[in-house]
C-alpha cells in the first residue's frame, strides 16, 4: 500500500487492452485472442501504406470491436444456452448466407436443455426471438460505440466502429453501406478477427481458405488477395512473442497516457460495462466501489490507499465477463462444474490486471472481494492476516452490497438484514470485524459501542489473552483465531508490553483481576 495517491502512469492503451482480455473470455475465446488479432491488423495497415492517424483507427477499433458483445448475454443464454459457446461458434459460419445462418440457430437454440424445452423455445423464436436475434449485432456496436465516446477516442475511431459488423456484399449491420464504403480501417479489422480464429485452429492454411471463401461476401476481395500473398508473413513469429507486450509497444500515440480524472473515468466506464453482463448486476461495481471508498477512510486507511481501494473496486468482477449468463443468471442450484467456473472469476479478474504494471496494483486487491478469514473463499482459500486491510475492506463491502441486491434465486435482503448477516459472518471468522464495522458504518448503520479494555488492550489482543492463559501455544493461538503464527507471537509481545509482565503466569493474574474470564 502506499500513503500518498500517486499520479496515473496508466496509458489508454493498457486500459483499452486490459478490457480486450475479458473480451476474450466473453466471445468463448482463448485470452489475448483480440491481442493477436489487433497485430495482423497492424500489419496488414503497414503493408497498406496506412499514416500513423490510420493506423491509430485500426489500433482501437481492433481492440474495442468486440467489446460490446456481452451487452445482451442474458438474452443470448436465454435463447442458445451457454453465451460464450453461442459467440464462438458465429466466427465459423458465414451469416450472409441465410440457410447456413438458419441451420446456425437450429443447432443452438435452447442449448443444454431437454428437448421438448428446446422445441419450446424454438416455436417461440419464429415471434419475438428472431427479432431479438436480429438486435443483438447492433446492440454489439451501439455499446461499443457509446464506449469509445467515454473514453474520447474521437470520432474517427468512432466512425470506423459503427461499420466493423458490416460486410462486402452489403447484408451486414446496420447495412447502410457496402464494398469500398466501408472504411478501410474497419474491413482490415474484420478480416482479422476471422483469420486468426482459423489460425489458431487450423494455422496459415485454414486462414488463407476461409478468406478466400468469404471474399467477395463478408471480405473485401483486394484485401483478400493482399492477406493470402503475405499470410506467411502476417503470422510469423504470432505464437513466439508477448502478445500483450508487442501491442503496447505498437501503439502509435505513445503520449496517451491518462491523467487521473480520465483514470477514473475509464474506470467507471469499465465498471458499467462489466454490470451490463447481467440485469441481476446493474450498477453493482460503483456501488461497491462508493461503499468500499467510504469505509476504508473509516477503516483508517490514508487518502493513497482509500483511492487505490475504491478503483480496485470499480474493475473487481471484471472476470465475470469469462463466465457464461446461463451460470450467472441461473435461478436453481448451480452445478458443480458452474460452481467452480464462478469461483473462477477473480482470479481472472487478477489475471487481465495484472498484465499491465500500474493496473497489477489494483488486481492484488481485487482477486481478494470473494476470500474468507477461515479459509472458505476463492480463488486461493487465504486465511486469517494472508488477507490485506483493503482486501478485507472490499470483501465485507462486496458481500453486504450484494446482499441488498436482488439475485437470480433470492431477492434483495433490506439492509437490516444484511446487516445482521455480515455480522454473523465476523462470528464465523468470515469477515474481518473492524472491516465489517467500517462497511456497515459507510453503509448508515449506526456504530456499535466498543468495550474500554485494560491497559488500552484491543478486542483481538483480548481474544489472544484469553487462550494464552489457558496454556495454548502461539501456534494453537494461530489456529483457533485464523491468524499466522508470526501475527499471534506479535500479539503476545503487545500484550506482555501493555500489561507489563513477561510470562504466561502474571497474564492470568492480570487477566482475572480484571475480570477478563469470567465474561468470556
Known sequence: MTGQVERSTVRLAELVATLSLGTDLGMGQSMEHVLRQSLIALRLAERLGLDDAERRVVYYVSLLAWVGCHVDAYEQAKWFGDDTVFKNDTRRIDTGRPLDKAA??????GSGR????????????????????????????????????????????CESLNQTFERWDGKG????????????????VNLADVVEVFHRAGGVDAAIAVARERSGTQFD???????????????????????????????????????????????????????????????????????AGAASRLYGLD???????????????????????????????????????????????????????PLARLSAIAVQHHER???SGYPRGLTGDALTPAGKILAAADA?????????????LPAEEAAAELRAGVRRALFDADAADAVLRAAGHPAKSRRAWPAG??????????????????????????????????????????????????????????GLMTDE
Open 104 to 109: 446456425f440457430v437450429v443447432r443452438h437454440i
Open 114 to 157: 431437454p428437448l421438448p424445452e428446446r422445441a419450446q423455445l424454438g416455436v417461440a423464436f419464429l415471434g419475438s426471438g428472431r427479432r431479438t436475434f436480429e438486435d443483438m449485432v447492433e446492440n454489439h456496436w451501439v455499446a461499443t460505440n457509446a464506449l469509445a465516446g467515454q473514453l474520447g477516442l474521437g470520432d474517427d475511431v
Open 173 to 188: 449491420v446496420p447495412a447502410e453501406v457496402e464494398r469500398d464504403q466501408i472504411e478501410l480501417t474497419a474491413r482490415i
Open 221 to 291: 476481395p483486394e484485401l483478400v488477395e493482399l492477406f493470402c500473398e503475405e499470410a506467411p508473413a502476417l503470422f510469423d513469429e504470432l505464437d513466439s512473442v508477448s502478445s500483450w507486450d508487442s501491442v503496447i509497444a505498437a501503439e502509435p500515440a505513445l503520449t496517451a497516457v491518462l491523467s487521473d480524472e480520465e483514470f477514473e473515468a475509464a474506470l467507471e466506464a469499465i465498471a458499467d460495462f462489466t454490470d451490463l453482463k447481467s440485469p441481476w448486476t446493474i450498477g453493482h461495481s460503483r456501488g461497491v466501489a462508493a461503499l
Open 303 to 357: 487518502e493513497g490507499d482509500t483511492t487505490l481501494v475504491r478503483r480496485a473496486a470499480l474493475v473487481h468482477d471484471l472476470g465475470r465477463l469469462g463466465v457464461s449468463n446461463a451460470t450467472w443468471d441461473k435461478r436453481g442450484p448451480l452445478t458443480p462444474a458452474e460452481l467452480e467456473r464462478v469461483r473462477l472469476h477473480p482470479y481472472l479478474t487478477e489475471r487481465m490486471l495484472a498484465s499491465s504494471r
Open 373 to 375: 478469514l477461515d479459509g
Open 400 to 412: 453486504y452490497h450484494a446482499m441488498t441486491e436482488a439475485r437470480p434465486h433470492r431477492a434483495a
Open 457 to 514: 488492550l484491543t478486542a483481538r489482543e483480548v481474544d489472544v489473552l484469553r487462550l494464552l492463559v489457558r496454556g495454548l501455544s502461539n501456534k494453537e493461538i494461530a489456529e483457533e483465531l485464523v491468524i499466522s503464527r508470526r501475527t499471534a507471537g506479535n500479539h503476545i509481545a503487545h500484550i506482555y508490553s501493555k500489561i507489563g509482565v513477561s510470562n504466561r503466569a502474571l497474564a492470568s493474574l492480570f487477566a482475572m483481576r480484571h
